[in-house]
C-alpha cells in the first residue's frame, strides 16, 4: 500500500531551520505531484508548497516565499522541504501529500495520499 512518511520535524528557535523529509513507498513516485500542507492548532490545513512530477514549477504560498523550498528526488522517492528563518507563525504539524490528477497544486480535496505529519515548532 501507500505510505508517505515525514521525518525532520522538530523544537527549533526563531529564525532558525528545518529540513523536512517524506519518503513514500508503494507508488510510482514520479508520477505524482508532491506538496507541503500544514496544520496549526485550532486552524484548518494550509497549503505550503507543492512541486510537479518533474521537478520544475515549484510553487508557494506567501507566507513561506522567499524562505522555503520544495524540492524532489525521484530516484529516491522523496520529497524536501527546506525553510530557513522560522517565525513562530509556522509552528504546525506538516503534512507530505501526493496526487495524479494534473491541477491547481494548493487544493487539499486533489491529493489522493497524505503521510502522519511531522510535528515543527518554532521557539522564542
Known amino acids: 500500500q501507500v505510505q508517505l512518511v515525514e521525518s525532520g520535524g522538530g523544537l527549533v528557535q526563531v529564525g532558525g531551520s528545518l529540513r523536512l523529509s517524506c519518503a513514500a513507498s508503494g507508488l510510482t513516485f514520479s508520477a505524482y505531484t508532491m506538496a507541503w500542507f500544514r496544520q496549526a492548532p485550532g486552524k484548518e490545513r494550509e497549503f505550503v508548497a507543492g512541486i510537479t512530477r518533474g521537478g520544475g514549477n515549484p510553487y508557494y504560498t506567501d507566507s513561506v516565499k522567499g524562505r522555503a523550498t520544495i524540492s524532489r528526488d525521484n530516484a529516491k522517492n522523496t520529497v524536501y522541504l527546506q525553510i530557513n528563518s522560522l517565525k513562530p507563525e509556522d509552528t504546525a504539524v506538516y503534512y507530505c501529500?501526493?496526487?495524479?490528477?494534473?491541477?491547481?497544486?494548493?487544493?487539499?480535496?486533489?491529493?489522493?495520499?497524505w503521510g502522519q505529519g511531522t510535528q515543527v515548532t518554532v521557539s522564542s
Open positions: 501529500a501526493a496526487r495524479r490528477r494534473f491541477g491547481a497544486l494548493s487544493t487539499i480535496a486533489e491529493y489522493d495520499y
